[in-house]
């Protein structure tokens, strides 16, 4: 696990999202896919192309005092193209992928994070964007292992 424990989760969920045929990663630094057939992956920032998008987003819900054993916010911004029900259909691939994972390692050697548990929170449609695609936004919780020098 690198210092930055949070995009290495991200990066992790990110290459199992393209693994599992949700989307299209092209890695940290790598631009996104503006193919009008993919589905661009991103951390954090939604790009401007391609129509269909998937950004992650981490927040903080809980940490144990003592424990590694964190929960993490995973806020999935799911965009699809002019059609209203593009994006719940981007949504329902995540959804296939994330929903009831447990006991799984993400991402590559040796920035891995070790997940319990991942399970759905909430989503909203939250209507067309400025270009009128459609944008829904789910909610996931993640429990994982978030490595800390003063915790067990």
Do not use: F
């Amino acid at each position: 696990m690198s210092d930055d424990a949070l995009t290495d989760l991200l990066v992790g969920v990110a290459e199992l999202l393209d693994a599992q045929g949700a989307g299209d990663w092209s890695g940290l630094d790598g631009p996104a896919p503006t193919s009008a057939l993919a589905t661009a992956i991103t951390l954090r920032q939604t790009p401007i192309a391609p129509d269909r998008s998937i950004t992650l987003t981490d927040y903080a819900v809980s940490a144990s005092a003592r424990l590694t054993d964190t929960i993490t916010g995973l806020n999935v911004r799911c965009r699809g193209d002019r059609s209203p029900s593009s994006a719940s259909a981007v949504a329902g691939k995540v959804y296939l992928a994330l929903q009831a994972l447990g006991r799984a390692t993400l991402g590559t050697a040796p920035n891995q994070v070790i997940v319990s548990d991942i399970y759905w929170q909430s989503e909203a449609q939250v209507g067309p964007d400025a270009n009128g695609r459609s944008v829904r936004s789910v909610n996931y919780y993640v429990r994982w292992n978030r490595g800390h020098p003063r915790l067990d």
